[in-house]
């Protein structure tokens, strides 16, 4: 069975710093694209960042660009968000999730629909 199980969520307050991170078992992902998305409520579920199979490529939301870097671990079969400078506009339900099409590529993609495997989320508030 395919699990992604995201930690790291919690209440911090603006300006503050929280690491997300993003275990998967079941399966070895290490050749994949992996990616961070988020969903406040009300809100679809929004791009955040994604990182390539062996991390040369990244690509982040303008809304979060200088502020928060994804990175990935595959001898663990993890991936990270680090969140710096926090605002309270991050409040929300960050979800990583597996871009299993583009195996080995060196492609990152923003879609929600094009990743097909997902944890169950974390939620991140940021006071003001």
């Known amino acids: 069975q395919v699990q992604l199980v995201e930690s790291g969520g919690g209440l911090v307050q603006a300006g503050g710093s929280l690491r997300l991170s993003c275990a998967a078992s079941?399966?070895?992902?290490?050749?994949?694209?992996m990616g961070w998305f988020r969903q406040a409520p009300g809100n679809e579920r929004e791009f955040v960042a994604a990182i390539s199979w062996i991390g040369v490529r990244t690509d982040y939301a303008d809304s979060v660009k200088g502020r928060f870097t994804i990175s990935r671990d595959n001898a663990k079969n993890t991936v990270y968000l680090q969140m710096n400078s926090l605002k309270p506009e991050d409040t929300a339900v960050y979800y990583c999730a597996v871009d299993s099409h583009l195996s080995g590529s060196y492609y990152v993609r923003r879609t929600v629909y094009e990743y097909d495997y997902w944890g169950q989320g974390t939620q991140v508030t940021v006071s003001s």
């Open positions: 079941g399966r070895t992902f290490s050749s994949y694209p």
